[in-house]
């Protein structure tokens, strides 16, 4: 059981690059999700999905496209980077109780990006 | 809105000792998850302790408790017999009903000292 995987796990990218981030799961999660840790703001939610097909924003959706089109995988899209996205990129994955709401969390390793 | 405040940026203990760390929420919801997470300087997120809104009884993980005051919206992180491994960031999160969205705060920088 790998768990969440996510790769690169580290990322230089000159302003206006594009580039995807990868993320995958084996536990059979449906609900799956992308944040950005920025030094004094936690984490914040960037989108996320709770099944293949189903995706939607969160706080802080500007700049990243997302789809998933199965369930164990969910890239995050950077269209054109800007040194504002240099960022540490966390994906995550868990069960849905019913209700609409995700429980406990499994993260990947993080992926380190710096925008040039 | 859905929030998370934690107002203690940093932290530190003695070895040993006890720490407590505090964590506000708010939100409109009656059904709802509480969580704490730890991260060690290897960057890796690890859950330490969940509760559940429903549930009155305060959560337990070994030397890890919490106590959730739920008319305060309050969910504070015990731990107790603090050791050198536990020197991390530790976030509280909340993740409500109905919205599939969960909240991190800012995180508490907590450091043990031999």
């Known amino acids: 059981n790998a768990g969440v995987t996510q790769t690169p796990k580290f990322q230089v990218l000159k302003t206006g690059q594009s580039m995807t981030l990868q993320c995958a799961q084996d536990m059979n999660h449906e609900y799956m999700s992308w944040y950005r840790q920025d030094p004094g703001m936690g984490l914040r939610l960037i989108h996320y999905s709770v099944g293949a097909g189903i995706t939607d924003q969160g706080e802080v959706p500007n700049g990243y496209n997302v789809s998933r089109s199965t369930t164990e995988d969910f890239p995050l899209r950077l269209l054109s980077a800007a040194p504002s996205q240099t960022s540490v990129y966390f994906c995550?994955?868990?069960?849905?109780?019913?209700?609409?709401?995700?429980?406990?969390?499994?993260f990947g390793p993080g992926t380190r990006l710096t925008v040039l | 809105a859905q929030t998370v405040t934690q107002s203690q940026p940093e932290m530190s203990v003695q070895e040993a000792e006890t720490v407590t760390l505090s964590c506000t929420y708010d939100?409109?919801?009656?059904?709802?998850?509480l969580f704490w997470y730890k991260q060690p300087p290897s960057r890796q997120m690890i859950l330490v302790i969940r509760?559940?809104?429903?549930?009155?009884q305060n959560a337990t993980e070994n030397r890890f408790s919490v106590n959730f005051q739920k008319a305060a919206k309050s969910f504070s992180l015990k731990i107790s017999d603090s050791q050198l491994g536990d020197t991390a960031m530790y976030f509280c999160?909340?993740?409500?009903?109905?919205?599939?969205?969960?909240?991190f705060g800012t995180g508490t920088r907590l450091k043990v000292l031999a």
């Open positions: 999160a909340s993740s409500d009903s109905g919205t599939y969205k969960y909240i």
């Open positions: 995550a994955s868990s069960y849905t109780p019913g209700g609409g709401q995700a429980d406990t969390q499994y």
């Open positions: 939100t409109s919801e009656n059904n709802y998850y």
């Open positions: 509760q559940e809104a429903y549930k009155q």
